[in-house]
């Protein structure tokens, strides 16, 4: 276990639908990443928020938001879903955003898109 | 434009078959480069953090060497446990956290 949880592990759902994937965050960390991984694709970072506040963004489609909470946990909403969506989407957290930042990651969210 | 390529994309090896792999990259700036591992359909795993040219980490059978434009990581008589993909990941500045596609590792035993 990383200290990193994600929910729901596994989500099936419709073409044009909308979900949210949760995340929250090792104790202590006050960074939240979000990544996307399709098949045989790396990961592609979407977007970071520090203590609540958005930091970067990758390349994150405007159907997509996202945002941290003050108790530090994440959500990642996607919106009008198409086929291509479906990926593994990974939350990860860090300590800070100065330095050297080591990512823990969760174990992901699995969304398959019917 | 930032960008890290690993090569190769895939690598399978005999159990015992020392080999390297590739991560080269093109930064404005480096605050670190990293490699994790990833089993598959879990989230990746962190190794190594390299910072600057020259350096090098050790972990059991894996050592992770870094210069100015790439790094290695060299496996050492690898085990079947070993098998794993590695990603490469680098960090330009404060925020952002770029990957590489990965190297899928299979040893055989």
């Known amino acids: 276990d990383s200290g990193v949880t994600q929910t729901p592990k596994h989500l099936i759902t419709a073409t044009g639908q909308r979900v949210t994937l949760r995340c929250s965050p090792r104790?202590?960390?006050?960074?939240v990443y979000w990544y996307q991984q399709s098949l045989d694709q790396g990961l592609q970072f979407l977007i970071q928020?520090?203590?609540?506040?958005?930091?970067a963004k990758g390349n994150i489609l405007e159907r997509f938001s996202a945002q941290q909470f003050p108790d530090l946990h994440s959500e990642l909403n996607l919106s009008s879903l198409e086929l291509g969506d479906s990926a593994l989407y990974f939350c990860?957290?860090?300590?800070?955003?100065?330095?050297?930042?080591?990512?823990?990651f969760g174990a992901g969210s699995r969304l398959t898109v019917l | 434009e930032d960008q890290v390529t690993q090569s190769p994309e895939a690598l399978r090896l005999q159990e015992g078959e020392s080999s390297s792999l590739n991560c080269s990259y093109t930064?404005?700036?480096?605050?670190?480069l990293f490699w994790y591992r990833q089993d598959p359909g879990k989230g990746p795993e962190f190794l190594f953090t390299l910072y600057s040219a020259g350096e090098e980490k050790e972990k059991e059978r894996l050592k992770a060497t870094l210069t100015k434009k790439e790094s290695f990581l060299h496996i050492t008589a690898p085990k079947p446990e070993d098998s794993a993909t590695y990603l490469c990941a680098v960090q330009p500045g404060h925020n952002d956290m770029r990957f590489g596609a990965g190297t899928r590792l299979t040893v055989k035993p």
């Open positions: 928020y520090y203590n609540g506040e958005e930091r």
């Open positions: 990860a957290s860090s300590i800070s955003t100065s330095g050297a930042n080591v990512l823990t």
């Open positions: 104790s202590g960390d006050l960074s």
């Open positions: 930064v404005s700036g480096l605050r670190g």
